[in-house]
């Protein structure tokens, strides 16, 4: 396991039991958002602005837009704009994006694990301030869009549909 990976689970795990370990009259309630619709109909999108991922590990960061309609306890519409790390796959990889339209969050940095991306949000003093569990591949059944096929592409796979839910930790 990666040291990032190693530091973002400890983080949660962390805020977990400080969540817990704080007590019910002085814990603040968490909020839960859900980003791009659901697994049911995804309504986020994402793209990729040059190379894809495929199934061999890319040789340089690739660059990525992500951006849907937030639900739930939260309104607007928030954006990742980032890169998926050298070295990725589509299969397995780091990401890290900057984070607009979600107050307190600006940045966002997570683990591919096929199609499920759990990731922590930042705020700008670099404090995590929630956690994110989208679904990359909630259209992977779809006819047009077949998923990991593309991924056997020289382009990679290019564009999706997600959704995620989001908890901020209060």
Do not use: H
Not at 67 to 92: H, I, V
Not at 136 to 156: D, K, Q, R, Y
């Amino acid at each position: 396991m990666r040291p990032r990976a190693i530091i973002a689970m400890t983080a949660v795990a962390a805020a977990s039991l400080a969540a817990l370990g704080t007590g019910a009259a002085s814990a603040q309630a968490a909020t839960t958002c859900t980003w791009g619709g659901t697994p049911a109909n995804p309504t986020g999108t994402f793209y990729y602005t040059g190379q894809g991922p495929t199934n061999t590990p890319s040789t340089e960061p690739l660059a990525f837009v992500a951006t849907g309609p937030l639900a739930g306890e939260c309104s607007g519409k928030l954006t990742y704009r980032g890169y998926s790390e050298a070295g990725s796959t589509c299969a397995f990889g780091g990401f890290e994006a900057s984070a607009k339209g979600l107050p307190g969050v600006v940045r966002a940095a997570g683990e591919n694990v096929i199609g499920l991306i759990p990731a922590l949000l930042y705020d700008k003093y670099g404090n995590v301030v929630g956690s994110e569990n989208p679904q990359v591949l909630t259209s992977g059944t779809e006819e047009s869009n077949f998923g990991f096929a593309s991924c056997n592409t020289p382009e990679g796979f290019q564009k999706g549909n997600f959704s995620s839910v989001i908890e901020l930790f209060g």
